[in-house]
């Protein structure tokens, strides 16, 4: 069939929400730029998140926990039940208690900002691959 050579994945749709403008720079000039990952959107809380996400539909949300306004537990609460296919992975450098929290909301993995390059473009590739079973 003509067309059928070579079928490449779609890239995975991604938003990174973080409060910190360094951090949401760092984790979006890290993933922004690789060939599988298309970076909509930019979130500076969970109601800017909670929004985006709405007319955006990632595949996946890389999701702060503590931020002004709705925190990324509440946040991911609010996504997921309005788009339950979505993945959210979280990164903080929150403690042991917010990550059980962010899980019990529907997180899907949990890596600390100290993670490695590597541990962070693999939880979000992860994630995507579990969306998409």
């Given at each position: 069939?003509?067309?059928?050579?070579?079928?490449?994945?779609?890239?995975?749709?991604?938003?990174?929400?973080?409060?910190?403008?360094?951090?949401?720079?760092?984790?979006?000039?890290?993933?922004?730029?690789?060939?599988?990952?298309?970076?909509?959107?930019?979130?500076?809380?969970?109601?800017?998140?909670?929004?985006?996400?709405?007319?955006?539909?990632?595949?996946?949300?890389?999701?702060?926990?503590?931020?002004?306004?709705?925190?990324?537990?509440?946040?991911?609460?609010?996504?997921?039940?309005?788009?339950?296919?979505?993945?959210?992975?979280?990164?903080?450098?929150?403690?042991?208690?917010?990550?059980?929290?962010?899980?019990?909301?529907?997180?899907?993995?949990?890596?600390?900002?100290?993670?490695?390059?590597?541990?962070?473009?693999?939880?979000?590739?992860?994630?995507a691959a579990r969306g998409m079973?």
């Open positions: 069939m003509p067309g059928s050579e070579h079928t490449q994945a779609a890239p995975v749709r991604l938003v990174i929400v973080d409060d910190h403008p360094g951090a949401r720079a760092g984790l979006a000039l890290l993933l922004g730029d690789l060939e599988d990952m298309d970076l909509v959107g930019l979130a500076v809380d969970g109601e800017d998140a909670t929004r985006l996400c709405r007319r955006m539909r990632p595949d996946v949300v890389l999701m702060d926990l503590s931020m002004p306004r709705l925190d990324g537990v509440e946040a991911t609460r609010r996504i997921l039940s309005e788009r339950p296919q979505t993945r959210v992975v979280v990164v903080t450098s929150g403690s042991a208690g917010r990550l059980a929290q962010a899980r019990a909301a529907g997180a899907v993995a949990c890596v600390l900002k100290h993670e490695s390059e590597e541990v962070i473009i693999e939880a979000v590739r992860a994630a079973h």
